[in-house]
């Protein structure tokens, strides 16, 4: 018994199985955001009318669909695993070991090596900002409320 291989072989094609409803084409191939008759005018595949007046396309232009989405899937199983090896080759960050019983602070404090701002510059005073704008608001609200209260003395 001779074999062929199955691309060698010419289907027999009837008149009416030429061509593919548009309906159809979502079961083989993942359907387009825009829509099936705009995506496959933006290719330029041209839609007929079956012998049931559906919309359909050419077998030649739907093998050609069925191509295109294998390769788009072949790329990203490609990508995927190219992703997959770089991934392992990238070292692991390692961090601060945790100290039993202590906080992640306490662990980064205790780490060796670690130096602290105030052991690398030396102890500074902290900044005031905050407290000597509060105080200048106090001050003027204070200095506001006596001049309201000076000026409502000398009305009375």
């Given amino acids: 018994m001779k074999t062929q291989a199955i691309d060698q072989v010419e289907p027999m094609v009837c008149d009416h199985c ?69 991934a392992q080759k990238r070292p692991v960050v390692v961090g601060v070991p945790a100290v039993e019983g202590a906080s992640a602070r306490e662990s980064m404090l205790a780490a060796a090596g670690l130096v602290t701002p105030d052991q690398e510059f030396g102890r500074r005073e902290a900044p005031r900002l905050l407290e000597e704008a509060l105080d200048a608001g106090a001050k003027a609200l204070a200095e506001k409320r006596a001049k309201t209260a000076a000026r409502n003395r000398q009305r009375a």
């Fill in 18 to 86: 030429s061509t593919i409803p548009v309906s159809h084409l979502s079961l083989d191939l993942n359907a387009p955001t825009v829509g099936w008759a705009i995506s496959l005018e933006g290719r330029g595949i041209q839609l007929v009318t079956d012998d049931l007046g559906r919309q359909a396309i050419s077998r030649a232009d739907f093998a050609g669909l069925i191509a295109e989405q294998s390769d788009r899937e072949r790329r990203s199983v490609e990508e995927a695993r190219r992703r997959a090896e770089e």
